[in-house]
């Protein structure tokens, strides 16, 4: 089976840079994906590592390496608007995905 | 605008009555997927279906059954067998098609049971 922790709460203050560590247990999996969820709202998608490195989007960037089963979600520029739930999720093929326990970010003036 | 929708938003049932639970999309996936999340918890994963008349369980079908008559539809029906229904679900799509592992949800749709 998989299984993927995460820190249950992340606090920091607008304009830091905050990391979000995911790590996991599983036999195999496709890629690790991150989606974003508001409070009462829908998950969006943010980042996805196939491959072990580090994928960057705008503010947000992602980090994969198997060879430690960890993963993270670098946060830069934080905005109070990025107060949120954050999800690690593998993929395990057919983009059946398991989620983690997610983590709450709370982003202070 | 394209887009995954979920009715109702709430729903109210008493114990031993089924109910289902709509999710249509029109973004011209192939793929659809049923999450439930619980307060404080990540999704799981509930049923997926691939292709039209065609679905899979998920990890934790136990309860619930769907079907995928058409590639825009995803109904999910929770049955009387479930033993604690009250959740929050979450419809999804995506395309085979994708490099990239994304899924676009739906807005979701919060079940009590009485």
Known sequence: GQSLEQPSEVT???????????????SGFYGLSWYQQHDGGAPTFLSYNALDGLEETGRFSSFLSRSDSYGYLLLQELQMKDSASYFCALNRGFQKLVFGTGTRLLVSP | DGGITQSPKYLFRKEGQN???????????????????????????????????????????????????????FPLTVTSAQKNPTAFYLCASSTRQGKIDEQFFGPGTRLTVL
């Not at chain 2, 793929?31 to 404080?40: E, F, K, N, S, V």
């Not at chain 2, 990540?42 to 590639?71: P, T, W």
């Open chain 1, 12 to 26: 920091a203050v607008e304009g830091a840079i905050v990391q979000i560590n995911c790590t996991y247990q599983t």
């Open chain 2, 19 to 73: 109910v289902t639970l709509s999710c249509e999309q029109n973004l011209n996936h192939d793929a659809m997927y049923w999450y439930r999340q619980d307060p404080g918890q990540g999704l799981r994963l509930i049923y997926y279906s691939q292709i039209v008349n065609d679905f899979q369980k998920g990890d934790i079908a136990e309860g619930y059954s769907v079907s995928r008559e058409k590639k825009e539809s």
